[in-house]
């Protein structure tokens, strides 16, 4: 039987992989990270701005207002202004690493092979992996307690529980949002279309119930708590950083989810639609509920759990956890499921399938959370908190994320010039090395100076702009390697439209 090869084709803009043996026999490919069909693109402009709404509106957002204005040392006016900037700075890396995931419909591993090698971009999916795995654990918790808490007006005795409920919770939660990306692209698509609207209308529900019981002119007026006299410039630029780190996750696996669109101009327009203004509403949302839950609730609470759990009326609270709880799942599946699921298929496709991608996700998450668990079931003393810990990990991991961004947007623009040869991305046959040393370069040299900056002193501006240096510097790094070292051609494999028509189906 004569074995069958692989071709590439034009539909219209978007190149479609028509698989043959050679490609499906190989050990890099298996079906859930195999490009998408043309057929298959269906998300349009509002399907990626919803996902983006879905995305943004969580519980860490409502709290990053107060993690800037009590970590970083901004005025509410200065936070709330950086994490609008963010999110339009963000927008850039995001739009431009979506483009190859949109053209040829493959998700981010398959795309980091083309900049640091078949194999070798195992490392920077791993390091995807372990950050997506940590803030399914971190957002598994607020969905947890929002399932206890709602379990308590349902189930009076259920209360009694405490902790041990929010651990029960933690796990029944987890064990949702597992099943709806085991159940695919379309079920995530489903999800965040229905959650979009109702979220957003949830928050501007309770931003008319909160305006009342503020005054956004005394809010506006707060000094600042870093020290009286120092310069405003330090402190914004280490909190914008901060945002920029937010979604510094999703800048780089974000064709996971642009291998869907329709169009490059979706993919865009989408995500200038759903990210910048709905990351703003949401942090503002969480600085005026904040202000005003000393008037709601006779204290101050930045948790929206904890502030919705004082609410003397059982409908309502009902109510609000269920819609926190759709709103923590469509945040959860899109962003800190599906990418380190299929990075997990990266090591090795033909033993991991999507199923277990997910499932070793889950597990992962656990053995994050396992201390706070501990703490919750009152196993051991309280400690660190969730807050605490995630204010403090925006800033380390920006350091990783940034220049691996930067290298796939320098390679795929002006490396490979929007060119790839999708067939020898899922093959072992040389076309694209094993391990591409240009990228490893690209990447180990700002991570180095990042820990030179933390374990010296020296230069810790390095490590408080992690995202800007990182990135910048890993983009440099990576275009020069890449003609010194000639570890991938100077331009990728033609491009469909050149190719001669046998190589084209008809």
Known sequence: MTKTTSQMVDREGLVELDVGDDVRDSSRFNEDIAPTRASERT????????????????????TLGGVLTAYFGLSVGEALLAILLANVIVLIPLTLNAFPGTKFG?????????????????????????????????????????????????????????GVGEVI???????????????????????????????????????VWAWPHTSMTELLAQPPSRPEGASVYGYFFAGLTAMVGFWATLSLNIPDFSRFA??????????????PLTMFFFAALGVVMTAASETL??????????????????????????????????????????SPTNDFQNIAPKLINQTRGVLMTGAVGVLLMGYDLLQKAGLIPPGLSLEQMY???????SSLLGPIA??????????????????????DNHAYPAVNIAGFIAFGVPVALTLIALTTGTMYWFYDYGWFTGSALGAIVYYIASQVLATAPSVGPAPVADREPSEQLP
Request: glycine share 10%; proline share 4%; aromatic share 12%.
């Open 43 to 62: 998300w349009s402009k509002w399907n990626i701005a919803a996902l983006w709404v879905g995305m943004a509106i969580c519980v860490p957002t409502y």
């Open 406 to 427: 930067g290298i796939m947007a320098v390679d795929y623009f002006l490396i490979k010039q929007q060119r790839l040869d999708v067939p020898s991305l899922y093959m």
């Open 169 to 207: 919770g933690f796990f029944v939660f987890g064990a949702m949002n597992l099943y709806v990306v085991i159940r695919g692209a379309e079920s995530i698509k489903w999800l965040e279309t229905f959650a979009a609207p109702l979220l957003l209308a949830v928050g501007i529900g309770l931003m």
């Open 297 to 338: 609730v006779g204290q101050t609470v930045a948790d929206p759990v904890r502030l919705i759990g004082f609410i003397d009326n059982p409908f309502w609270v009902v109510l609000a956890m269920l819609l926190i709880i759709i709103a923590t799942i469509s945040t959860n599946t899109a962003s800190n499921i599906v």
């Open 262 to 275: 329709k169009s490059q101009k979706d993919q865009i327009v989408g995500q200038v639609i759903g990210l």
């Open 106 to 162: 493959i998700p981010f591993p398959v795309v980091l092979r083309s900049s640091f090698g078949i194999f070798g971009s195992n490392v920077p999916c791993l390091v995807r992996a372990l950050v997506g795995c940590g803030w399914f654990g971190i957002q598994t918790m607020f969905g947890g307690l929002a399932i206890h808490l709602l379990l308590s007006e349902l189930i009076p005795a259920w209360a009694a529980l405490g």
């Open 391 to 397: 204010s403090n990990w925006l800033l380390g991991y």
